[in-house]
């Protein structure tokens, strides 16, 4: 773990994804050289916690990939007991999942986009498929007037049906999100192998919006053949899924996190990254430090039009 404030650092994501998107990739980033990867564990809970214990000590910044330590809702926070699990096998360096940058980077994104006249959400009917995921997103959609709806019933517990307002979403989050939080993460998300294959099964709730927004392992997973004319708002994506969205007739993708060889990383490790540069820990960290680190780095979302 580095100590000297200009020695070069090293940031892990140890996912329960696919080992198949794993990367590596050396940055010069504020004058610091940067090295940042992800180690996928295919799904295996006891696996990644041996890595985290592995890497404890030894790297500036560990991320959980896959899998979330909170959940954050209207103002209250709720922790996952897997990703905390996964979290305490480290004992030095310090841990994050994307969340503290989630919140204030998804909310960006929206204005950056908005501001910047790459879409006008206004009138324009949005499905964010996890909303607790992307609280500062479910939030910020509405304020630029797009029609949301929130498909955290749908794609996280299989029930049929999309919740319309975000008062809604709130409700539902704080009375759930309490007995959720305690479940085995697999059977509310896709780990491993599920993260490369996809099921049309709620395919008819991709028909309704003009714009996919929100967690790209859910849009993958659910997606149908067809998505004409769509656009999609997302990250963590790959250049094999970037081909995958051209094939099937998407219009536009929006990544929040910036084109990196040809992947959009995932926030998990990008908040490792900026931690690591801001040298703080975790809980110190407020909003105002993740967006003057990316203003200084020079962030803003990757636009591909197809």
């Keep these: 773990m580095t100590t000297n404030a200009t020695a070069p650092l090293h940031v ?20 610091r050289e940067v090295l940042w ?11 990644a916690i041996a890595l985290i214990g592995e890497l404890d000590g030894k790297v500036d910044a560990i991320g959980l990939g896959g899998i979330d330590l909170y959940l954050i809702a209207a103002g209250k926070k709720f922790v996952i007991r897997d990703g905390q699990k996964m979290a305490r096998a480290a004992k030095i360096t310090p841990v994050v999942d994307g969340s503290g940058l989630k919140h204030t980077l998804e909310r960006q994104t929206v204005k950056w986009i908005q501001e910047t006249g790459v879409i006008d959400f206004h009138g324009k009917k949005v499905m964010l498929v996890s909303g607790v995921d992307r609280f500062g997103m479910a939030e910020a959609l509405p304020e630029y007037g797009a029609i949301t709806q929130y498909g955290d019933l ?43 294959t996809t099921s049309a099964k709620y395919g008819k709730y991709f028909e309704w919006p003009d714009i996919i927004a929100g967690d ?20 963590t994506t790959t250049a094999e899924d970037v081909e995958l969205l051209r094939q099937r007739g998407v219009k536009m993708l929006v990544t929040s996190t910036p084109n990196s060889e040809g992947r959009s990383p995932g926030t998990n490790v990008v908040e490792g990254v900026i931690v690591a540069l801001a040298g703080k820990k975790p809980e110190e960290m407020t909003p105002e430090d993740y967006l003057g680190t990316l203003n200084k780095i020079g962030w803003e979302p990757n636009v591909v039009k197809f």
């Design 12 to 31: 892990v994501s140890v996912s329960l994804g696919s080992s198949t998107r794993d990367f590596s990739r050396t940055s010069t980033l504020l004058g």
């Design 37 to 47: 990867e992800r180690r996928g564990t295919d799904g295996d809970m006891s696996r």
């Design 154 to 196: 749908i794609f996280a517990l299989g029930i049929p049906y999309a919740i319309k307002t975000l008062a809604g979403l709130k409700t539902l989050a704080w009375a759930l999100l309490p007995i959720i939080c305690r479940l085995p993460f697999s059977m509310i998300y896709p780990t491993g192998e599920k993260q490369e």
């Design 216 to 235: 790209f392992h859910l849009i993958r997973r659910y997606m149908p053949e067809r998505l004409d004319g769509k656009i999609i708002i997302s990250n």
